[in-house]
């Protein structure tokens, strides 16, 4: 299995523009973690799935942010509009329970300038 | 807050001796992780202990749980330069009951000096 992958790896975009970070996890995992990592407030779970479903999204720190999972090996993270302060790296995990070992993708690296 | 703070923030050491991380959380928990990040990269698993064990060993890893304190450790023993890398505590606490989600501590950032 390839693991989790994520893309794209970097985005520089310009504020006010829409984002979208797309995530294809693990085969045969059930639960699917989005996570923002930052120096500040180091790393937030911001939504997570079972069986494609949303299950908490308390993480999700406003409405200009929103995930999909329309099937199993497919997942979005979608921003908009984008803000400076949503600069991040953006990390998508998945596991066949919940609180058992994630595996994590490489991550996305998000600029908004 | 941080459901789990590591101690300390940031460690130096020299290749071969041994490096010690601690954290310390504030609820119940079935089970306590460890994961390692290399700079730039996604987290890696390295350990999962559960609230009935009170020590496991991985390799150069050994990891300790004490719920009374609500405190764990981990030890790199011999360490290497390619340990370099930060790295974090994860628990699921939620009062004991079933959770579905991991809470990721602060970190400790361990720099293994050749």
């Known amino acids: 299995d390839a693991g989790v992958i994520q893309s794209p790896r970097h985005e520089v975009t310009e504020m006010g523009q829409e984002v979208t970070l797309r995530c294809k996890p693990i085969?045969?995992?059930?639960?699917l973690f989005w996570y923002r990592q930052t120096m500040m407030r180091g790393l937030e779970l911001l939504i997570y799935?079972?069986?494609?479903?949303?299950?908490?999204d308390s993480g999700m720190p406003e409405d200009r942010f929103s995930a999909k999972m329309p099937n199993a090996s497919f997942s979005t993270l979608k921003i908009q509009p984008s803000e400076p302060r949503d600069s991040a790296v953006y990390f998508c995990?998945?596991?066949?329970?919940?609180?058992?070992?994630?595996?994590f993708g490489p991550g996305t690296r998000l600029t908004v300038l | 807050s941080q459901q789990g703070e590591e101690d300390p923030q940031a460690l130096s050491i020299q290749e071969g001796e041994n490096a010690t991380m601690n954290c310390s959380y504030k609820?119940?928990?079935?089970?306590l992780q460890w994961y390692r990040q290399n700079s730039g990269r996604g987290l890696v698993h390295l350990i999962l202990?559960?609230?009935?064990?009170r020590e496991k060993h991985s390799g150069r890893l050994r990891v300790t749980l004490d719920t009374s304190k609500k405190s764990s450790s981990l030890l790199i023993t011999a360490s290497r330069a390619a340990d370099t890398a930060s790295y974090f505590c994860?628990?699921?606490?939620?009062?004991?009951?079933?959770?579905?989600?991991?809470?990721f501590g602060t970190g400790t950032l361990l720099a293994v000096q050749p």
């Open positions: 202990i559960r609230s009935n064990e």
């Open positions: 994860a628990t699921d606490g939620a009062g004991g009951g079933a959770t579905n989600k991991l809470i």
């Open positions: 609820t119940s928990i079935n089970n």
């Open positions: 799935f079972n069986n494609n479903v949303p299950i908490d």
């Open positions: 085969s045969g995992h059930d639960y």
């Open positions: 995990a998945s596991s066949t329970l919940g609180n058992n070992e994630q595996f």
